[in-house]
């Protein structure tokens, strides 16, 4: 028997490391586009978060002096000439309080009272209230000197933080030299304070800016959530529960459905103008109510609330219903006792998602009136009240200097808003996730 000897062939061998060098080189090709998606992946993160930082900062730097105030300790001789204890309202407290500070500072003012009137500019129009409200529920005090605590006037206050200084020229700033000379002098007196503006979140809104404040919209933007949700959320979930579970398949829901998405495309403010057509002109609701902008807002959210709740559904596994509807489970218990709970995290992340879109919402709230100045506090639906977006519009679009920064501090406090309204939909989903 004779041994065959083999000889290897040389062309295979390279052939084959030709293969497995491929073979790296591409693996190594693959792991290096992997790699440069993470970074961009990593890079785009980035950038979004420069940009929130960004974003944050800015309304942070403007808005945060919005956050303090300045107040005057002014003592106010009530004089019995000058005071009517039957109508105190009518008394010139503001002048009784310029004249007499300067009196304490030995200026001695002219006979037209020029001086008295620059220093009544320091002084805000709240000091003629506390003191009228005084003098109504304490009528002994007529004769005696009373020390009064008034937030100083808009101009007055931005210049103790910072924002005017005696280095901009005269006719670019609304204080006298004489009038920061004032100032400098009482804040050396010790009268003048620095405290945490309550103002801010106890009162509604005011042309006067440093008596403004966003309770009135807050409560107003609250209300009209109110509204939304009680109209949009069942309606919205019904229609998608019908649409998914019980509705037969055929051309008119594929038209519905086409519809619904295309509304949830439709641009705000064309809700607008069909909120202002249909419920103020048609149905004569009252304008700028927290009614009309719920129901403004609810239909501007049921689409979104709709399709949510669809996906919510259809993520549900077939085998739920299989195994429900075997059991001789009917449709409709099928669906609200096995199929809805298990969908409910989803539907309830939409419903507030899309709550907290409405809420950011302004071009339908100026459409139906939201636009004009509406004092005081709305204490039922139908009273005329603002939000904390056309709040901001307003307070954007003003003259006086003071409003710019309560502009930031107010979209700080919409933002605030948001960020309880989402932090809700994800707790919600989370227990609801753990008890099903």
């Known amino acids: 028997m004779t041994d065959a000897t083999v000889t290897p062939d040389p062309s295979a061998g390279a052939a084959s490391s030709l293969r497995i060098d491929r073979l790296r080189a591409g693996l190594k090709r693959r792991y290096a586009r992997e790699r440069r998606f993470k970074l961009y992946g990593l890079l785009a993160i980035g950038v979004a978060v420069g940009f929130l930082l960004l974003l944050l900062g800015r309304l942070i730097e403007q808005g945060h002096t919005a956050f303090y105030a300045h107040t005057m300790t002014v003592p106010v001789y009530m004089d019995p000439a000058r005071i009517d204890p039957a109508y105190p309202q009518g008394t010139n407290f503001e002048l009784l309080a310029a004249e007499q500070a300067l009196a304490r500072l030995g200026v001695t003012d002219d006979a037209e009272g020029t001086q008295a009137t620059e220093m009544r500019g320091l002084f805000s129009s709240e000091l003629k209230f ?114 998914e579970e019980f509705a037969p398949k055929g051309r008119i829901t594929d038209m519905i459905e086409v519809n619904i998405n295309n509304l949830a495309a439709v641009p705000s403010i064309i809700y607008g103008l069909l909120g202002l057509a249909l419920f103020i002109n048609w149905m004569h609701l009252p304008r700028a109510s927290p009614l009309v902008g719920g129901l403004v807002l609810a239909l501007m959210a049921l689409p979104t609330i709709i399709i949510a709740t669809r996906s919510s559904l259809k993520a549900v596994p077939p085998s739920i219903r299989e195994a429900a509807l075997a059991m001789g489970a009917s449709r409709t218990q099928t669906v609200f006792q096995h199929t809805l709970p298990l969908a409910m995290p989803g539907v309830m992340t939409g419903a507030i998602i899309s709550m907290a879109h409405a809420l950011g919402e302004t071009a339908p709230l100026l459409l139906i009136g939201m636009v004009s100045f509406v004092p005081g506090i ?47 939909a994800v707790i919600l989903r989370r227990r609801f996730e753990r008890r099903w």
């Open 130 to 243: 506390v003191a009228a409200e005084l003098i109504q529920a304490q009528p002994e005090l007529i004769g005696q000197t009373v020390s009064i605590d008034a937030p100083l006037a808009d101009d007055a206050d931005l210049y103790f933080k910072g924002e005017i200084s005696l280095n901009t020229p005269a006719t670019q700033r609304r204080l006298s030299d004489q009038q920061i000379a004032w100032l400098d002098q009482m804040q050396a007196n010790g009268r003048i304070e620095s405290h945490f503006n309550s103002a801010l979140f106890t009162k509604g809104d005011s042309t006067e800016p440093e008596l403004a404040g966003v309770l009135g919209a807050v409560i107003g933007s609250a209300l009209m959530l109110l509204v939304t949700a009680l109209i949009a959320i069942p309606l919205g979930v019904g229609a998608a529960l019908y649409l």
């Open 378 to 424: 709305p204490h039922a639906l139908t009273e005329p009240t603002g939000a904390l977006p056309s709040l901001v519009y307003i307070w954007e679009n003003a003259s006086e200097r003071a409003f710019h920064e309560r502009t930031a501090a107010a979209i700080l406090v919409l933002l605030s808003f948001m960020v309880v309204m989402n932090a809700a």
